[in-house]
């Protein structure tokens, strides 16, 4: 996946385009491989990060959207 910091990009939803697939996740780290958008097909699995102070993070594959369940996520750093 691609670093914002190192090259400007990150994927961002676009409303009427992106799907509105949200998941709640209690860690700030999360694996996706896609098999929640499209069951049998995916993509290679990605770990995304959550950046401090970021409450979600949209997988650049498919376009699913990982949100941080209120008050986790302070106790995963490795």
Do not use: F, K
């Not at 990150?10 to 780290?29: I, K, L």
């Amino acid at each position: 996946m691609r670093d914002a910091r190192l090259t400007g990009y990150a994927p961002v939803p676009v409303p009427g385009v992106t799907p509105e697939q949200r998941v709640e996740v209690t860690t700030r780290s999360v694996p996706c491989d896609g098999e929640i958008a499209t069951p049998g097909l995916g993509h290679p699995r990605v770990w995304l990060r959550m950046n401090d102070g970021a409450d979600s993070v949209t997988c650049p594959y498919c376009s699913i959207t990982y949100v941080l369940a209120a008050g986790a996520g302070g106790d995963d750093h490795h």
